[in-house]
């Protein structure tokens, strides 16, 4: 059995901590909770003192505990010390070493590992100021999970700051109680800080396999021309690269591009829309299909045998276009190997969002990457990209973020859903 201290921060997802001290209960852990002043506005120490089956800890000057320095033997007791909610002002008082109430002197007093999970409004999180807070704490060896992207509290509002799953919290606070841990930083990056660690950490997608496309497809018009598509390729390799980062094995089809193989990578090369969907099928069973790709939607019916020839006075040739497999569809309508999540990627340059509904719904397709690539967007090509997410259970919009940035988001969530999955059979 393990020791968590639970410092639950005055945030609107202090109310998810109900269900984390479950969680960790059930798996045998010891919680303890120190509730802020804050906190008791969002929850109540009684409902939390109830799920823990522990007295709630919320005031440093409590006569009873504090014959035994309560706060000091909280602090030297502990295994690990969880902040969840970490509060934007939380963050501020242990970056600066406060210690004026129970919360921040039992953080000062510790010698666990303190893991933060963060959960703000995002204009709070991309705050210089907060960002200065994080990286301090991270100098001083404070480990972060999250915050996810994703819908905030307040209506309309969505970004970077909701606080990391119930489920990742879990299986993060696992790693770090095993002493198995890799460091995580914000935005859903994994960085890994030694090839030694690399080799032992339990990392969230180890024996998965994610199938990744990637990249534009080539329809041959003669032996020398083609119709293609202005996709780089940047944000499928991305996903790959992350998905690997992850500790997936990733099966990357990469149509035509001027970029090199993701490291960790298996890679097959393809030029046609019929090329990338046997080469699709051949990767199968995956977990996890992510289609990235910008596969041709018409292929020329009779390519020329030999180059096409420009004659004086004569017409133009005549191209006659036919259907391409839709290979989203085929695999996310197969009974037998479906992939358990499949994700499609929709590349619109008007009404994005609902023409990403439709197709979500018609191909079959768990959720959708939806991104504006209008030559105004500078997307294909470009380094940023700016997605919807479209689940069953509706839209939210992500920040302007680097495509490896959405890479990494997204494979946290998928990492989270197989999670919660797992745990749901
Ligand atoms: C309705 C409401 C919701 C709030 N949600 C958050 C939040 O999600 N994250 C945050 O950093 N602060 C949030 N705050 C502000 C904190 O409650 C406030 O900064 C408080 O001083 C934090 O105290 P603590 O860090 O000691 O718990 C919210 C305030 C209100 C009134």
């Known amino acids: 059995m393990k020791r968590v201290l639970l410092i639950i921060g005055g945030g609107i997802a202090a109310y998810k901590c109900l269900d984390l001290i479950r969680r960790l209960r059930e798996r045998g852990h010891h919680v303890r909770c120190v509730m802020t002043k ?49 509060t934007a002002d939380l963050l501020a008082r242990m970056a600066q070493g406060h210690a004026n109430d129970l919360a921040t002197a039992v953080l000062l007093a510790t010698r666990a590992t303190v893991l933060a999970a963060p959960a703000m409004n995002p204009a709070m999180w991309s705050h210089a100021a907060t960002r200065r807070n994080v990286r301090q704490l991270e100098t001083d060896g404070v480990k972060f999970i999250g915050p996810n992207t994703g819908e905030m509290a307040e209506a309309g509002e969505a970004g970077v700051g909701r606080m990391a799953e119930v489920a990742e919290l879990v299986e993060r606070i696992e790693t770090l109680l095993a002493g198995d841990d890799e460091t995580g930083r914000g935005l859903g990056f994994i960085t890994v800080s030694s090839k030694r660690e690399r080799a032992v950490a339990p990392l969230p997608l180890a024996g998965r396999h994610v199938l990744v496309t990637s990249g534009p497809t080539h329809e041959p018009i003669d032996p020398v021309r083609y ?39 298996e890679v097959r090369h393809v030029e046609t829309a019929r090329e990338m969907l046997e080469a699709v099928e051949a ?80 191909k079959g397709v768990d959720w959708i990457v939806a991104n504006d690539v209008s030559e105004e967007s500078g997307v294909f090509g470009g380094e940023r990209n700016r997605v919807h997410l479209v689940t069953a259970s509706g839209v ?30």
Do not use: C
């Open 38 to 86: 804050a906190t008791q506005e969002f929850v109540t120490p009684l409902s939390v003192g109830a799920i823990s089956n522990e007295p709630v800890a919320t005031d440093l000057f409590d006569l009873d505990a504090e014959r035994e320095i309560g706060h000091i033997r909280m602090a030297r007791e502990a295994d690990l010390v969880v902040v969840a909610p970490a």
């Open 227 to 265: 119709i293609a598509n202005r996709s780089s390729g940047k944000q499928g390799h991305a996903i790959a690269a992350a998905a690997r980062r992850l500790g997936a094995r990733v099966t990357l089809i990469s149509g035509p591009v001027q970029i090199p193989d993701p490291e960790g990578v």
């Open 396 to 425: 939210e919009d992500w920040p302007d973020m680097s495509k490896d940035e959405v890479a990494d988001v997204l494979l946290r969530r998928v990492s989270a859903y197989l999670a919660e999955s797992r745990e749901s059979v």
């Open 283 to 362: 990767a199968l069973p995956a977990d996890v299909a992510i289609f990235a790709a910008a596969v041709a939607d018409w292929r020329v019916a009779t390519p020329g045998r030999g180059k096409l020839k420009k004659a004086a006075g004569a017409a133009p040739p005549q191209l006659e276009l036919v259907e391409n497999p839709d290979i989203l569809r085929t695999v996310a309508k197969r009974g037998a190997r479906r992939p358990e999540l499949v994700i499609g990627f929709a590349a619109e340059t008007q009404t994005v969002v609902e023409n990403a509904q439709g197709k979500r719904k018609s």
